[in-house]
């Protein structure tokens, strides 16, 4: 089976081109110069770009019986030739790569080398992939469980997998701050997993010394390690953080790990060598380090700081003083009279501001409040579709997207300014009807905020003007008509409005809205105006509320009444890390489609290397194969972001 890697069709072995769209399964373009490439090499023959699905392999075991000679270093084990596996799939790419892990590995009793391969059939499903995907519940269950217990399970021993691949499966939920496994097997006394490249990242080390780091992206990165170190320590790969060539950053400036490596039997890392790291990276920027933040890297060097709470409230603490500091120095000198009398400097449950790093205790975390670090816009990337579906005769459906973007590149890398006008309405009414009024209500909304949204957001007052004038407009068709039960049109509607890391979101009806995020995963963001939601609301049980006849019957829609039958959900919501927001209606989300697809089809699209426009088409598809009997519209946003720099720090 071959997977398209343009519309994610399924194809025989035999097709040269996908039997769906017409892409080619044995060529690809080389980015850099436009070549016809075949997918299993690995670099382009007119340029030297590399082409190929490039992998890290990591082999444990015994040296194997050598088949055939080549270019591979002696120590390495050579399989099969100049591959690492029967199928010959797997083919040494750079032969300078191959060297032996065992410095960094503790209490290994055999040989441990890695090396990059190329994958040869790129478009063929690993043999993980295929034995994984029959496993959904145990994969489910796996990061609740300890090392010790997925071994013990059944279904562990049932795939035979090598023990090499244990911490990737138990932290998976990390990536792609660790690597992702894609294949893994073993052969004899063998082990062999193979992980996602991660290397093409810059080194973290390099950033350091290259050039300024701003405070607040410093504080960011050592949050991120904070909450790395939870995890690996838990499952006794806390060196993984030591390694200092294992540290790269990532087009978006977050922190990945290219491998996992084990602590010794005997003994673990501790928060003092985590801060006896940072002063050495601390050492080596090109210009002198926040004071606040020297402190408390050196407290924790000392080991004065003896928890992970109190280390990560105090560098949050630090971080709400930056960004203080920021807000006064936007003012001119006759703006900032009208501050005199505020304290900027922040302060925990009454102490001291920290930027005095007191001596004194730090309270519990949980008598702390919560900092976040503020986030600024890096990219934004939409894309809508909408499909009639198999079953309906026409497209009662309609979508509107609205996006003005201003890119901006200087020394802090990319910015963005973006405003959005994101809207998908299911319109009903019988035929014609239903077309007209979901239409009418998109392009009047468009209107309105295009002439109405200067800045900041609109408020909610204003977003409810702008849905009853919709409704109104409608409403007013109708009555003209002397429409009157099912003959009255009407309309769900969704909506977002974005503004740079600030989204306000709307619902009329049971259109919906999804997030999905890394680290909370998939949440509904909208409640359905329906009976059964309503009976749910006020207190009946939901196998009662959804048993009635009526329960999927709307409460709510644009059109049939006038604005005092519309009050609108409004919401406001504050990006604070990367996310994607889906916009659908019906036709996608009934039958926990998304409930049940979300990790397949929207948590790998959170990343800059997926495209937006191919991962809702990929939906689209698969909702129309498993919803087909509605019409099926989505809009598919993904917002970017990283801490905001003072300009003034670099």
């Known amino acids: 089976m071959l997977i398209c890697p343009q519309c994610y069709a399924?194809?025989?072995?035999?097709?040269?081109?996908?039997?769906?769209?017409?892409?080619?399964?044995?060529?690809?373009?080389?980015?850099?110069?436009?070549?016809?490439?075949?997918?299993?090499?690995?670099?382009?023959?007119?340029?030297?770009?590399?082409?190929?699905?490039?992998?890290?392999?990591?082999?444990?075991?015994?040296?194997?019986?050598?088949?055939?000679?080549?270019?591979?270093?002696?120590?390495?084990?050579?399989?099969?030739?100049?591959?690492?596996?029967?199928?010959?799939?797997?083919?040494?790419?750079?032969?300078?790569?191959?060297?032996?892990?065992?410095?960094?590995?503790?209490?290994?009793?055999?040989?441990?080398?890695?090396?990059?391969?190329?994958?040869?059939?790129?478009?063929?499903?690993?043999?993980?992939?295929?034995?994984?995907?029959?496993?959904?519940a145990f994969l489910e269950k796996v990061p609740s469980l300890s090392l010790e217990e997925i071994e013990a399970d059944s279904v562990w021993k049932h795939l035979a997998l090598p023990p090499l691949a244990l911490p990737y499966f138990k932290l998976q939920d990390l990536t792609p701050k660790i690597p992702e496994i894609y294949d893994a097997w073993c052969e004899e006394e063998t082990e062999i997993i193979l992980i996602a490249n991660q290397a093409d990242g810059q080194p973290l080390t390099e950033l350091f010394t290259q050039e300024p780091l701003p405070l607040l992206q410093l504080v960011y990165w050592f949050n991120e390690m904070i909450e790395l170190w939870r995890s690996l320590v838990a499952v006794g790969y806390g060196q993984s953080l030591f390694v200092e060539e294992n540290w790269r950053v990532d087009e978006d400036q977050n922190l990945a790990l290219q491998l996992l490596y084990p602590d010794a039997k005997d003994s673990q890392p501790s928060l003092t060598n985590l801060g006896k790291l940072w002063q050495e990276w601390l050492v080596n920027t090109s210009e002198p380090v926040n004071l606040s933040l020297e402190q408390v890297v050196t407290k924790l060097a000392t080991g004065e700081i003896e928890t992970i709470e109190e280390l990560s409230q105090l560098l949050e603490a630090i971080a709400i003083e930056e960004q203080s500091i920021s807000v006064i120095e936007d003012f001119s000198e006759e703006d900032l009279p009208n501050f005199e009398d505020i304290d900027f400097a922040p302060t925990i449950a009454g102490q001291e501001p920290l930027s005095t790093l007191p001596d004194a205790n730090v309270p519990d975390a949980d008598d702390l409040p919560t900092a976040v670090l503020p986030m600024q816009l890096i990219d934004l990337a939409d894309a809508g579709y909408t499909d009639r579906g198999n079953q309906r005769p026409h497209n009662e459906d309609y979508f509107g997207l609205n996006t003005q973007i201003q890119v901006q590149h200087n020394n802090q890398g990319k910015t963005v300014q973006a405003k959005g006008i994101y809207v998908v309405c299911d319109g009903m009414g019988g035929h014609a009807a239903g077309e007209v009024a979901s239409q009418l209500a998109v392009s009047t909304l468009q209107t309105y905020f295009s002439q109405h949204w200067q800045d900041p957001l609109p408020d909610a007052t204003l977003i409810t003007e702008g849905i009853w004038l919709?409704?109104?407009?409608?409403?007013?068709?109708?009555?003209?008509?002397?429409?009157?039960?099912?003959?009255?049109?009407?309309?769900?509607?969704?909506?977002?409005?974005?503004?740079?890391?600030?989204?306000?979101?709307?619902?009329v009806g049971d259109s919906r809205i999804y997030r999905v995020t890394r680290r909370s995963g998939l949440e509904q963001l909208t409640v359905d105006h329906e009976v059964g939601q309503q009976a749910i609301q006020h207190g009946l049980d939901p196998a009662i509320a959804y048993g009635r006849p009526d329960a999927y019957q709307l409460t709510q829609a644009l059109g049939p009444h006038g604005n005092n039958f519309v009050q609108p959900d409004i919401r406001f919501l504050d990006i604070e890390e990367d996310t994607l927001l889906l916009l659908c209606s019906d036709g996608i989300s009934d039958n926990n489609l998304v409930e049940d697809c979300w990790e397949t089809h929207l948590l790998p699209l959170i990343s800059s290397s997926q495209s937006i426009d191919r991962g809702m088409r990929k939906l689209m598809e698969f909702a129309n194969e498993n919803n087909g009997h509605d019409n099926l519209t989505g809009i598919l946003i993904r917002l970017k972001v990283r801490p905001q720099v003072p300009v003034n720090d670099w």
């Open 10 to 136: 399924e194809n025989p072995n035999r097709n040269n081109f996908c039997q769906k769209c017409g892409t080619s399964l044995t060529h690809r373009d080389c980015p850099e110069c436009g070549t016809s490439v075949l997918l299993s090499d690995a670099t382009c023959s007119n340029c030297g770009a590399v082409t190929g699905k490039i992998l890290w392999a990591i082999i444990r075991g015994t040296q194997p019986t050598q088949e055939a000679e080549n270019p591979i270093p002696q120590e390495f084990p050579k399989l099969y030739g100049d591959c690492i596996d029967i199928g010959q799939r797997y083919r040494l790419f750079n032969p300078d790569t191959a060297k032996k892990l065992n410095s960094h590995w503790q209490g290994m009793d055999s040989p441990l080398w890695i090396g990059q391969v190329v994958d040869c059939q790129p478009l063929q499903p690993s043999v993980l992939k295929i034995l994984l995907a029959k496993e959904g």
């Open 470 to 507: 919709a409704n109104q407009t409608l409403f007013d068709i109708n009555q003209q008509n002397a429409s009157s039960g099912s003959g009255r049109m009407g309309t769900t509607l969704i909506m977002a409005l974005v503004q740079g890391t600030k989204v306000a979101i709307a619902h």
